[in-house]
């Protein structure tokens, strides 16, 4: 494998990258604004951070679109492992954050008019993420101030994006597809007869006096008596999701359970990062609105509480009940979720 | 000085610290929960740092309650000093976080009935630490919830500590004191004759269209054209925060604005910890009730959203205007904020 | 299940924790040094974290101890998920300097002589972990200088520990079990005859011109061949370290890879606690001598380069190839690996 | 001020940002190698922080470098903001390595050898942080080594700016510049006559039985009896730095103070960076030679003994007495230490 030797500026391309900083109030004409640099680089460093995260993201996808997923091979290993990277990566960002705090608000304002009306509202990428994760354009805060803030092309790519199959309903499907309760050579001999009727008789006896409303969403998640609202996880995508976590202590449901706290976990990042932008927002420019014209933290702190893309997993843990009460499984389950060698 | 020879281990009084995790599920007849050790090392790690915590925001009350501090001396460095201190403190206990993010709701099962009504909003430590800060009973999210929680000997204790100055009226106090503005000498010969005058002009001046509300708030905030609504800040002190943080370029300026700066942070720290704080439990505990039958979640959230105690020092962030555009202070006044040495 | 109900302040013994801080330099006749309680604060969560750590790491030493592990059991995900929990505590002490950083050197010295001959140093917690995790006594940097500052009866529990199986000892055995390769009927038809020959080759036309050293570091490592030096584990346990970091896509070797990678992670973290504390050292006190008469920064020095328990699971790094290159595995054995159920 | 407007990715230039990442190993006859994206766009985010680092260094630089700092206008604000500005992003460089410790040495293998012999080492912005910092070209560890590996052009443009001041020198002359010890008015009453003789007195007494080098050493630093090592700070600076940490608490010295104590910081973080970057190395390619051919961990770890630029200003930590000792100031110079205003 002969190639040309590697220059690690040429290989990195520093030639460009370390030429994209032109502060606005560098120009001629303008009194240089010394954060403004600081501005531009973080972002910057927002930004590929941003396209390795789609990157990944999509890798995922396009594993999950797969017609079948071979579980011996390593692919769900990949799932897991890549979203578990941008897991980190998010924590990073959030972290990252911490810089720009750095820059006072009298700092800001000596460039802050010169960028109007630009605005982190307008990072396409972002907009993508969120769109590929599976926020759907009908879940969107403010739909109307999102679509007015983008030029007609970026629009168009978000749409895009919207129209692809997004990694929620992969999931879902992912899940559905789970054969072990379609299966009733296993389930024959099951004590309860149905494992989910079972299930659900011992979950209510363990709720308190005043929880008859976790019965009736548990009857609504895990069976579909359909409360009507928009759910992007079906009944037997939620019932399959519950199982793994339940169980996961047999081999062949770790990965599994590793994939759907990993999507928890990155929601929960996506929420913190907005969380401390709104705080940083609110810090650098009170309650005047951003340089994109938008209320700032107001629509930051309406997206916050809304866009909880894989809410309906961390929802399942309303529904969990203690190992000492679980339905032992039958054996020929247990056997089948083993590992061959033994 | 001689003493007595010390070491490590006695000294920091480890046979105490050590011994005392004693996990419910370990008790005879219980079935041991491997995670209710981390439960309740991580509870005791975050009531040491709360204890630290309350030690340094004392401290700085101690200072701040003088008669007079001496702003040649070092007290306002230690009161900054020692913010900052808690802001750092701040910042790992959001972080630490993340190691009861290694506890699976299904590992929380296994003992959370056992410690039934136990809650993290028993916290005495917070909540007076809320108190010093300036948290007033009738700004809390849920009161009457908040007081039918704890014991009537803690509610005392809080009481009290809510009776006491806190920090967020010395802090209105000491504003109040800056003596600028009162010397005619220095003002006399100043263009706009009432230097807030002049600045508000050139405030209104600076607001774009939609933003008549900016320059009623301004008018409320800064003179005091009252909105009737609780404020913690008089105008005056708001005044004097409001100079602080534009012309802060000069010495004596300095520390007071990282006191300035140092609070919000503090504020903000604290908001990442209740937002990273109510991920953890909605991921924890899903939409069901916490161990102190509280609604969980949905407590903090509220909580999250009003507990700003220092947000009118963010608000002050809305009056700024550009360094360019700045009234030019009377040479007389520069000079007096300037070190004697030169 | 009935129970008395749990107070906050009752079941985390905060009465206890909360009132073992006594500052020397408060006792009367001394001046009080502020930051001395930040010194014993910081202290007090180091120990309190450090047993969680060695709970954690007991109960993986429990588990490993078994004459048998079960792998269809969840006893391997117990020991991933316990050493991953502190692989992420240690990622939180290493932060946690950040906080002592907050204290001057002129602010240590107001208290440090009255702690004379204390030291970190002498934090037997901290050596019951490095022994539990595999350091020898006789691995350990200054060993002469290392019994010298604990008292016999500590002397005595450390010396109790390292002649218990330790975390690496256990690992040696676990890897030395592995199955593969007596398997002759696995192997029969396989190409190479030995997987190990054919390895080796692959391996050394890998190697560069000037990388005839790691030729002999594998003969040495892999099959054996001695070089006198003291290794933890015996040329079959690397080779079956080596076979799952090759294999590891594989469903079966998936965790026992977590399983090695974490402990080259706690490995790597325990390094930066040690170069972070160097600094820390040797900012606050200079060149001069700790307050347990220690050569401070030297010792720790000494000790960054010596302690890494695990250098030997890094060091099979040295001796992969790529994936490229890999001998194809014999089918029978790839279905082993998987599991059953498909 | 009318300006165009400005739209986000325009004004971030992401076209080329985000258009800059080209693996090799997506080159067409290769087989795509996945983790190759990590890896580029790690080093970019790290090439565009430390763009942004000697941005705000230079700036640091320029105001160091005017004939003399007016100390009642924002310029050592400016200089000190900007420094902990730098220490802020690089705790950020140390955390960002835990993203790349995400990828495998297996994935690593995957593309290694298509990059050869590109190396981090070849990092010129990295270099030149050094180099600006103050790392002079005869303290650098493994000088042949260090030239060989780069192109004629890059050598050429370190060499220049070794060539130019540095932060330390012009730290040095700033410290020598010092003015309060030639002012004979000053200490005309002065107690010991002579303030360095009268301190020298009290730190001896200070030293305990074995600390007869800490005597010889203060000799040396302080009053310059040579020992011939080279040495960045003169003995005129070292006394002005020592002064400024012993008596901070008087308003004039705490901006100086920060400056110290945030190089000591920089260097330390930077000290931090290398040791987590070895563990990296290590882990990623254990023994072997790097891409650049390197001996990969090797010269890490001497940059990390050596590279210590601000190592003379911590070494004044040993050289402290407490503040119960301090000789008393006069009263003139106190005041003079001190605001204008009061």
Redesign the interface.
Known sequence: ?E?K?????E????E???N???P?SFQEGN?PA?DE??F??????Y???F??IL?EVQ?VIDIMEKPEI?????EL??VV??L??VS??L??LV??I??L??M???DF??F??????????????FKILEAKLGLAFEQRHGKAYYTSQL?PA?VEIIKKVESQPSLVQLLNKWLERMPFFDDKEIWKNFAGGSFWDEYKTIYENSL?E??KL?AK?FQSVIFGDDSGEYRALSPKASRAALFI??Y?????L??PFQFL?TL??ID?QL??WR??HV??V????????GTGGSTGAGYLQGAMDKHYIY?EL???????????RLPQLPQKL?????????
């Open positions: 494998m190639h030797p590697v220059y690690y500026s290989y990195l391309e520093l460009r990258i370390l994209s900083q032109h606005v009194t010394h640099m600081l531009i680089v973080i972002h910057q460093a930004e590929l951070w396209k390795q990157f890798s071979n579980d011996n091979s390593s290993q990949f492992h890549r578990q990277r980190t990566i924590m990073l972290q990252q911490e810089i705090d750095t006072t608000p009298m304002l000596d802050r008019d010169m960028l109007r009306p630009a605005s982190g509202f307008q990072s396409i990428q030029t970026d308190g005043g929880e976790n969403a976590i339940l996961r202590g047999h081999p062949m770790e990965l706290n928890i976990q929960n929420g913190n969380s401390k705080n940083m609110r810090r650098m420019i009170g309650t005047r609105t809410r961390s929802q399942l843990h309303s529904f969990l009940i203690d190992r000492r247990i056997e089948k979720l083993g590992y061959k060698f033994c």
